[in-house]
């Protein structure tokens, strides 16, 4: 992975407090892994109330994490006070999703000053096994002056 600069010195903990503020992670029970420039993981513990009618984790819950990590590794490489969302994306489903947790690994391909380029892997691991369940390619926007809304809103 190329190594990235940050333009905001206080990235790590904007990025944190971001991910604290999106709800939806926490619904899923899903947390923050590595988070470096460019590149963040999130991680989300196996849950039977999320699957589809197989007994596989929902393809809608893959897509969300593979989503805000690529979203979490666009930020961390905008400027303070620049929001993100994303533009458009692409998922491919590799594998049914199961395991005892999934990881989605989203890493910057692309930086830039109003769209950034990332790429997300979704892998399940069971015991030392880690199988690919899914990769994305996004195109993200910087929302500049676009702060997050305060928690709980």
Known sequence: M????????????????????????????????????????????????????HGFLHAGIVTIIADSSCGYAALSLMEPDAAVLTVEFK????????????????????????????????VALQDAAETPVATMLATLMALQGRPDLPQGL
């Open 91 to 122: 998922l491919n489903l590799l594998a049914p999703a199961r395991g005892a947790r999934l990881v989605a690994r989203g890493r910057v391909t692309r930086p830039g000053r109003t769209l950034t380029i990332c790429q997300a892997e979704v």
């Open 2 to 53: 190329p190594a990235f600069e940050p333009r905001d010195p206080g990235w790590a903990a904007r990025v944190r407090a971001s991910f604290a503020r999106q709800t939806v992670m926490t619904t899923i029970g899903a947390r923050l892994g590595r988070v470096a420039p460019g590149a963040v993981d999130i991680e989300l513990p196996f849950r039977a109330d999320l699957c589809q009618q």
